[in-house]
Nanobody, 114 residues
């Protein structure tokens, strides 16, 4: 069972950038697919990016071209580089396997506001 700790969130102005990290408690080398989700107040959790063990990526249309997901198997860590941030990107961001395990981390808050 994978446990994960997300970090790197914060307050940023529109157009700014943040890099999120997710450290897993076990080797992610053999995990076929990892994902980043986000949940804004009053909304359901949505999947925004996925990465396979071969580093193939997919993105939700709302973040395509702005977000980049990578993984470092040696460090058991996945990352989400977020550029050109918009107020609608404001949410708590989580990482998990795809499909997700039932145990979620605490997430990291991203707030995009001027």
């Amino acid at each position: 069972q994978v446990q994960q700790v997300e970090s790197g969130g914060g307050l940023v102005q529109p157009g700014g950038s943040l890099r999120l990290s997710c450290a897993a408690s076990v080797s992610i080398f053999s995990i076929i697919r990892m994902g980043w989700w986000r949940q804004a107040p009053g909304n359901q959790r949505e999947l925004v990016a996925t990465i396979t063990s071969g580093s193939s990526t997919n993105y939700a249309d709302s973040v395509k071209g702005r977000f980049t997901m990578t993984r470092d198997n040696a460090k058991n860590t996945v990352y989400l580089q977020m550029n050109s941030l918009k107020p609608e990107d404001t949410a708590v961001y989580y990482c998990n396997t795809v499909p997700p395990s039932p145990d979620w981390g605490q997430g990291t808050q991203v707030t995009v506001s001027s």
